[in-house]
């Protein structure tokens, strides 16, 4: 009986044996270029794509291991796990394992963008993630990811666990190499004392060589092994043509010992075996601690996916991977389990705990229609859902998708922090090689270690993560808030605010409006509307708006009153045609815009009366509406004010309510009835000297979100305003706005603070080391202590006090 080859369902050749195990079961090959592949795939954790592919395989060519390993992300399969499309691009987020520095990212990104089809390309230092965009049409994603590896790097989608795998396998790596260096360190000091001071008296010549032998041998693997990850760093930057902090690091360690071997075997000069061992078990120990404090700044966006349960209980009870899951299946959650998608509630009523995505401890209540998300936990209730987005677009990825970005976005001062410390190492090389020269002329027998001293003493560490590490802290404490970052320039920019352009309704009200009172207008035409028909025919028309508003009249709806046409006028309000009659809803000088006696009718108007309802543009009922002001926006305005900022609320009502939450709140300035492009407007007349941050939620906020210096969109609010902002309020608590300014003038504090120690401990140590003050030893300590103080004061921001 012939056999399929299960990888791409060919037949399997009877002279070819061949079997790969894949979900628990040996499966046949049909060659060896299909054998590597489905190995590869096995090996790099795919198998799902074997379980829920649609169709067998293309046939496999044999080529190279490392190139057939990334070929296999350009399959459409395999991409829908990490790859979000964007317009006519595709976006995903890399891992990236053996950056170490500021260079490292620039030679990433400096090489990539050299290639057609890449739109942008961000690395971050710090989690050790890249946020790849490209044109798949001009080139695909396994050619970069190969240019990524040939760099000497190693790329793979970011997956939170495989993150996880690779953090604690780099972690043991960094402990074996710090272990050995730490041993043959404490044995070749032993031996170092005895060289020095001559404990034992006078030492023959042949006992001394003979222990200058066994330093030798001590030192050759810390050398060879534990200083390995500095050589390729430097090697990769070398290749480049770039310099890395590791350069002139890999240049002391090798110079060190080639003068310490070839005074050993030539049995004249001094060694500088011991030097060699705790140089890089000192650099190895800065490099340990600085992973650890970066990943717990960096594990915050990176846990949120983990808080997506593995598997989902679909409605008849089976059980499938979360990650499977399309939109438009239906699951089942029990009391007590996380959500595994985004989706709608079709059945039961619960309270969800969002507190991972809003902050805010306390469960709310959810019933049919309400929508979910996925990582929040179930209360007490049984809840059936249907998906509404598949996981890449779920909103936690959403929020690690744009977390990254704000993260990889670099401010003004980063980029010039970067490109100091790339020309800072190309000047320590120049003025190491003038130390040794003058000292080589004066004291010979000195000139090595002094120039070992300057240059490890003066490597531009601490300078290259003292901006990096701090953006991180801050970006991820802002997620806890739930404050959203959408652009890499708002922490900077939220320092300089000095006016507040704020929306009234669904911003400083709660956006949860009332309908209280509806007066009856009889027209001309001397033709009487039953209420019961005006606030149906008025709840038909704003059903096609996505307002606070249009949710006072939903429950009139009555489909029997339905309209053939609506038009939605954003700003003024909506008109929709019945029977041949035009209907107009929103405000009077939009209801009355056509009626021949306009300015008559637009007087006898009661300000009270917010929305109006026309047809054929003679008025037919007013409406009175309430929504009450949020609890904190008094203590928003007030802290804003004290910090002398100008508070100016800038709402499209006209009515006497906009007057009142004026008043109520002491605002500085009111601009009423304004249209979006009124507000836009207003915006733009601002004086140059003036910062604005503007916050609001409606899709007539959209165009001023987007042209304010820095927007604020509220969570609640509609999709456009969120997608035009620069950062989202997740939950409804204004304070947090408050909290997020406090943040970023800390932040800013920091920063300068790690510019300041590092920029000065470099200017300090560097005469010291050129004057011979500073042994190799204390250049180490003082180099590896630096980067290891602007670390542990960034992580100063992931305290809740801010």
Known sequence: MTKDCYHCGDPVPQDYHHQVEILGQPRDMCCPGCEAVAQTIVASGLTSYYEFRTAPAEKADLVPQQLQSLLLYDHEDIQQEFVRDNANHKEASL???????????????????????VINIRVNTTTHRALLVWDPEQTKLSHLLNIIHQLGYKAAPFEADAQEQLYHRTMKNYLYRL??????????????????????????????????????????????????????????????????????????????????????VMEKGEVFFESISMFTFFLLLGRFLEMRARRQAAAASANLLKLVPAMATLADGSQVAAKT??????????????????????????????????????????????????????????????????????????????QDEAQSSKPKVAEIADIVARYFVA?????????????????????????????????????????????????????????LL?????????????????????????????????????????????????????????RFANHPIARAFSGYRNSAYQFEQVENVIGSGLKGWRQGQEWRIGKAEFVLAEHPDYDAQLANCDERYQVWLSCDHELVAAFMLD????????????????????????????????????????????????????????????????????????????????????????????????????????????????????????????????????????????????????????????????????????????????
């Open 427 to 483: 000047a320590i090389l120049v003025i190491s090689a003038c130390t040794w020269f003058y000292w080589y002329q004066h004291r010979p027998e000195d000139a090595l270690w002094i120039t070992l001293a300057v240059l490890v003493a003066t490597c531009p560490c601490a300078l290259s993560l003292a901006t990096p590490t701090a953006l991180t802290c801050s970006t991820s404490s802002l997620g806890r808030l739930g404050i």
């Open 486 to 542: 959408r652009r890499g320039h708002v922490l900077e920019t939220l320092c300089n605010v000095n006016q507040l352009v704020i929306d009234k309704t669904g911003t400083l009200t709660e956006g949860n409006v009332r309908l209280i009172d509806t007066h009856l207008v009889t027209p001309q035409s001397h033709m009487r509307w039953e209420e019961t028909d005006v606030l149906a025919t008025a709840a038909e028309l704003e």
């Open 95 to 117: 891992s990236l394992d053996g950056v170490s520095c500021a260079a490292c990212a620039w030679l990433i990104e400096k090489q990539l963008k050299r290639e057609a089809g």
């Open 179 to 264: 272990g050995i260096a730490g041993i043959a360190t404490m044995q070749v000091m032993m031996l170092a004392v005895a060289l020095y001071f001559e404990i034992f008296g006078d030492l023959d010549a042949e006992f001394k060589n003979y222990l200058r032998w066994v330093s030798l041998i001590f030192a050759t693997p810390v050398l060879l092994y534990s200083a390995l990850p500095f050589y390729l760093n430097a090697w990769r930057n070398l290749r480049a043509r770039t310099l890395g902090m590791d350069v002139p690091v890999s240049i002391a360690l090798l110079f060190a010992y080639i003068a310490s071997l070839y005074a050993t």
């Open 325 to 402: 899951l399309k939109i438009s299946d239906v699951v089942t959650v029990l009391p007590g389990e996380s959500l595994p998608a985004d989706g709608e509630i079709v059945q039961g009523e619960t309270a969800i705990d969002e507190s991972m995505l809003t902050g805010e401890p306390m469960p709310v209540s959810r019933s049919v229609g309400d929508n979910v998300f996925a990582g929040t936990i179930n209360g007490d209730g049984n809840i059936t859902l249907r998906v509404t987005q598949d996981r890449n677009n779920s909103l936690i990825s959403n929020i690690v998708r744009l």
């Open 627 to 802: 929504d009450p002001i949020r609890e904190d926006s008094a203590e928003l305005i007030k802290q804003f004010k004290a910090a002398g900022i100008h508070v100016t609320m800038l709402t499209g009502d006209h009515s006497s309510a906009a007057h009142t939450v004026a008043t109520a709140l002491g605002i500085d300035e009111l601009v009423a009835g304004a249209s979006p492009e009124g507000k836009l407007a207003y915006l733009r007349s601002l004086p140059k000297e003036k910062v604005a941050l503007m916050i609001g939620d409606g899709v007539n906020d959209a165009p001023v979100l987007a042209g304010a210096h820095l927007s604020v969109a509220m969570g609640g609010g509609t999709d456009v305003a969120k997608s035009s902002a620069d950062m989202v309020l997740l939950g409804d608590q204004l304070s947090r706005i408050l909290k997020a300014r406090q943040l970023a003038i800390k932040t800013r504090k920091i920063i300068r603070e790690n510019l300041a120690w590092s920029l000065g401990y470099n200017l300090i140590i560097l005469p010291l080391a050129v004057a011979g003050f500073v042994a190799p030893y204390i250049a180490v300590v003082g180099m590896s202590g630096s980067s290891i103080i602007v670390v542990s004061n960034s992580l100063r921001l992931l305290k809740d006090n801010v």
